[in-house]
């Protein structure tokens, strides 16, 4: 009786942790011809929308994408890029940045949010920089991710953007809310699930594609399929996305609060 009841228990904890994304998500039983030739459209409309696609985030140099990249964690571009100008500045080479004076990078980039920890990984990475790969910022994944505030994303970003090598997909938060309305991702938990995101992405498209991919599905995401509004009526992807028009937003917290009192009582 009791293990029946801690079964049940842990059925209704594992609905309850399940996103809206994962139960809305028809990926799983599309099979993989139909995926990969809605994949390749997908891919076609996403070029005639955005043929210019790049990154949003200003930067004249390897390091200085690096430095923009990392501001950019819970931050908006359009923020960084405001603070990016006076940076680069004053810091323009690895060893400026390893000799930094704590205070005074944090002060530069406390708009950003999370500064004291981003002014700590930019001074680390600038110290690895200059004393491992010779000022250098590498180009390898195995070496990126030896530069303290650099995961796979950021290390995507400087391989694809920088780098012209296409190694990985990017996984933002507009990625990972796309490919999951899109139905291009079927073994991710939910949206934030990135490395899932990415091993899908990648085998659904061409590597060739993938630093695009990144750049364009960002820019979806800005301008039309915002996390808040998916502007669906204007998506010229409707046809080809099993979200289209499904979207419900979810309930506000004010609005959760007294059920949630109710609960704990
Ligand atoms: S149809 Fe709607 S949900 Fe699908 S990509 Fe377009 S805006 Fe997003």
Redesign the pocket.
């Known amino acids: 009786m009791m293990a029946a009841r801690r079964a049940s228990k842990s059925k209704v904890s594992r609905r309850e942790k399940q996103s809206p994304t994962q139960k809305k998500s028809s990926a799983r039983s599309e099979a993989p011809a139909a995926r990969t030739a809605r994949a390749e459209r997908i891919l076609a409309e996403l070029h005639r929308l955005y043929p210019d696609a790049d990154c949003a985030l200003r930067h004249d140099s390897a390091l200085h994408l690096l430095v923009a990249t990392i501001l950019s964690a819970q931050c908006t571009d359009d923020r960084v890029n405001k603070v990016t100008p006076a940076l680069f500045e004053r810091y323009r080479t690895a060893a400026d940045l390893a000799d930094a004076r704590p205070a005074e990078l944090e002060d530069l980039i406390r708009s950003t949010g999370f500064y004291r920890n981003k002014a700590r990984n930019l001074i680390g990475a600038g110290k690895v920089i200059r004393e491992k790969f010779d000022g250098k910022v590498p180009d390898t994944m195995e070496d990126l991710l030896e530069v303290p505030g650099v995961a796979r994303k950021t290390a995507n970003v400087i391989l694809g953007t920088w780098y012209k090598k296409n190694v990985g997909v990017v996984v933002d938060t507009h990625i990972g809310r ?1 490919a999951h ?2 139905g291009l991702t079927w073994r991710s938990r939910d949206d934030k699930d990135a490395v899932r995101i990415e091993q899908d992405l990648m085998e659904v498209f061409p590597q060739s594609e993938w630093t695009f991919l990144g750049h364009a599905l960002i820019w ?1 995401g800005r301008k ?2 915002s996390a808040r509004k ?3 009526d204007q ?1 010229s ?2 046809e080809l ?1 099993p ?3 499904k ?1 419900k937003p979810a309930a506000s917290k004010k609005a959760a609060l007294p059920t949630a009192k109710r609960r704990s009582r």
Request: hydrophobic share 45%; proline share 6%; net charge positive.
């Open positions: 796309l309305r899109l979806h039309v399929c998916p502007a669906c998506c992807l409707s996305c979200s289209a028009f979207f």
